[in-house]
């Protein structure tokens, strides 16, 4: 009997096991954000070959290192500011105590203690990065890297923040006050990114030969195949996203939105998939055009993102069917209003971030929030995607505005001319092609020293 256990020892060794399934389960919660935030890298690795072939040749690596310094000053900047602007700002412009999100808050590195942190601001900082992205493709060819790099700072670690304080964050006023539903965020990030580029647009001005007398003409892709390539490779990375859209909790919770309404992947995958084919089939209908299928299965997901969680299957198809219709339609509107958007961002991810916003109000109207939130309803949809729409193109309209004011926005028409490739990349991407020798000066003496066989 002396060899007995305890009631002491047999607690004690109760919380022992205890303590250690919960430091498994947020081991869990750090993994799964961990390769939600490395399968979001291929969105930017499939707009990088994207807008590179939606370019003309002479233009194609300057499309594409934008995209590499649209990550390379997003991080940094969301680091210094623009996760404190996420919880510092959810009851509009005045900010609340957010110190735990400085950059030299104890958080905010390496801290055993904190299992949550960082990861989410790295799924955070990338989305912040889709959003320069997003900018990247629609002013190709003619804008000017620093002035790119000036607005991607101000979109991706400002603007798309603020609005995601807003309609994200728990204690975000559009959420508390309005019920506002965007658990994929078709708002807070493409409707806002789509409207700031417009805002940009406008003030950039269309590429040298767009508009002949009014007429808009076509400026072909240099590579048709590389863009297909890279949007499906975007389509790839937008489960990365929405996972991180998805809130893994411990214990007996599972799986919620990001307001905590219980959910589940099984319901993200009937509807993403299920958006992406309807997309496809939206686009192709209405245009017939590669381009614009391969870019339908972007509008499809977009459109029921804001409602993932809550749409049936049909439903999510029927969706991205008819909002793939309409977005071929939008964009030829953006283009009769004398804008060149290069690959139809303002139709792809901001008419179709808003009216995905929209759309919840319609279908889901009533549904309920968790605790004492207000339910979904048509006003309080209509309301965010008008804020949305308004946080996006306001702020871009004004910082373009200013830049183009300073001469700092677009590049001369000779060096648009002649390709930004040549004047702000200084390299050719193609030079066999371009009948330029595969070898330059520096390598004759190499060349020479070391004779192939034969020569």
């Given at each position: 009997?002396?060899?007995?256990?305890?009631?002491?020892?047999?607690?004690?060794?109760?919380?022992?096991?205890?303590?250690?399934?919960q430091?498994h389960?947020?081991?869990?919660?750090?993994?799964?954000?961990?390769?939600?935030?490395?399968?979001?890298?291929?969105i930017?690795a499939?707009?990088?070959?994207?807008?590179?072939?939606?370019?003309?040749?002479?233009?194609?690596?300057?499309a594409?290192?934008?995209?590499?310094?649209a990550?390379?000053?997003?991080?940094?900047?969301?680091?210094?500011f623009?996760?404190?602007?996420?919880?510092?700002?959810?009851?509009?412009?005045?900010?609340?105590?957010?110190?735990?999100?400085?950059?030299?808050?104890?958080s905010?590195?390496?801290?055993v203690?904190?299992?949550?942190?960082?990861?989410?601001?790295a799924?955070?900082?990338?989305?912040?990065?889709?959003?320069?992205?997003?900018?990247s493709?629609?002013?190709?060819?003619?804008?000017?890297?620093?002035?790119f790099?000036?607005?991607?700072?101000?979109?991706?670690?400002?603007?798309?923040?603020?609005?995601?304080?807003?309609?994200?964050?728990?204690?975000?006023?559009?959420?508390?006050?309005?019920?506002?539903?965007?658990?994929?965020?078709?708002?807070?990030?493409?409707?806002v990114?789509?409207?700031?580029?417009?805002?940009?647009?406008?003030?950039?001005?269309?590429?040298v030969?767009?508009?002949?007398?009014g007429?808009?003409?076509?400026?072909?892709?240099?590579?048709?195949?590389?863009t297909?390539?890279?949007?499906?490779?975007?389509?790839?990375?937008?489960?990365?996203?929405?996972?991180?859209?998805?809130?893994?909790?411990?214990?007996?919770?599972?799986?919620t939105?990001?307001?905590?309404?219980?959910?589940?992947l099984?319901?993200?995958?009937?509807?993403?998939?299920?958006?992406?084919a309807?997309?496809v089939?939206?686009?192709y209908?209405?245009?017939r055009?590669?381009?614009?299928?391969?870019?339908?299965?972007l509008?499809?997901?977009?459109?029921?993102?804001?409602g993932?969680?809550?749409?049936?299957?049909?439903?999510?198809?029927?969706?991205?069917v008819?909002?793939g219709?309409?977005?071929?339609?939008?964009?030829?509107?953006?283009?009769?209003?004398?804008?060149?958007?290069?690959?139809?961002?303002?139709?792809?991810?901001?008419?179709?971030?808003?009216?995905a916003?929209?759309?919840?109000?319609?279908?889901?109207y009533?549904?309920?929030?968790?605790?004492?939130?207000?339910?979904?309803?048509?006003?309080?949809?209509?309301?965010?995607?008008?804020?949305?729409?308004?946080v996006?193109?306001?702020p871009?309209?004004?910082?373009?505005?200013?830049?183009?004011k300073?001469?700092?926005?677009?590049?001369?028409?000779?060096?648009?001319?002649?390709?930004?490739?040549?004047?702000?990349?200084?390299?050719?991407?193609?030079?066999?092609?371009?009948?330029?020798?595969?070898?330059?000066?520096?390598?004759?003496?190499?060349k020479?020293?070391?004779p192939?066989p034969?020569v």
């Amino acid at each position: 009997m002396d060899n007995a256990p305890t009631l002491e020892s047999l607690q004690a060794a109760l919380d022992a096991q205890q303590a250690v399934f919960q430091m498994h389960q947020s081991m869990n919660v750090e993994v799964f954000y961990w390769w939600c935030t490395a399968i979001m890298i291929m969105i930017h690795a499939g707009f990088l070959a994207y807008e590179m072939g939606a370019s003309r040749s002479k233009n194609a690596l300057a499309a594409g290192i934008k995209n590499i310094l649209a990550l390379a000053v997003i991080i940094p900047t969301f680091y210094l500011f623009g996760w404190w602007i996420y919880n510092a700002f959810p009851n509009g412009f005045i900010p609340i105590d957010a110190a735990g999100a400085l950059p030299w808050a104890k958080s905010m590195g390496p801290d055993v203690t904190d299992m949550g942190t960082g990861i989410f601001w790295a799924a955070f900082a990338m989305f912040g990065a889709t959003t320069g992205s997003i900018l990247s493709g629609a002013v190709i060819e003619r804008i000017r890297v620093s002035a790119f790099l000036i607005l991607t700072v101000f979109l991706g670690s400002v603007v798309w923040i603020l609005a995601g304080a807003w309609g994200w964050h728990p204690d975000g006023w559009l959420l508390t006050k309005l019920g506002y539903h965007d658990v994929g965020a078709s708002g807070v990030v493409h409707a806002v990114a789509g409207f700031f580029t417009l805002g940009v647009l406008i003030n950039l001005g269309p590429r040298v030969g767009k508009f002949i007398n009014g007429v808009a003409q076509t400026i072909a892709p240099h590579s048709l195949p590389m863009t297909l390539i890279g949007l499906m490779m975007i389509i790839f990375g937008f489960f990365g996203f929405l996972g991180g859209c998805i809130i893994f909790n411990g214990g007996e919770t599972g799986w919620t939105i990001i307001y905590n309404n219980p959910t589940n992947l099984s319901a993200f995958a009937f509807n993403t998939l299920m958006g992406f084919a309807g997309g496809v089939l939206g686009c192709y209908m209405a245009s017939r055009d590669p381009f614009w299928t391969m870019s339908g299965g972007l509008v499809g997901i977009i459109s029921v993102a804001a409602g993932l969680d809550l749409y049936d299957p049909e439903l999510a198809f029927i969706i991205a069917v008819v909002t793939g219709i309409m977005a071929v339609k939008v964009a030829k509107i953006v283009e009769n209003f004398g804008i060149d958007d290069a690959v139809g961002a303002v139709a792809v991810h901001g008419f179709t971030g808003v009216w995905a916003v929209f759309l919840v109000g319609v279908f889901a109207y009533g549904m309920p929030n968790v605790g004492d939130l207000p339910p979904i309803s048509f006003v309080g949809q209509t309301i965010g995607a008008i804020v949305m729409a308004a946080v996006g193109f306001i702020p871009g309209y004004a910082i373009s505005w200013v830049l183009k004011k300073a001469n700092a926005l677009r590049v001369p028409k000779a060096a648009e001319e002649l390709g930004l490739d040549e004047v702000e990349i200084i390299a050719k991407p193609y030079p066999e092609a371009n009948g330029v020798p595969a070898i330059t000066s520096s390598d004759v003496p190499n060349k020479l020293a070391n004779p192939e066989p034969g020569v």
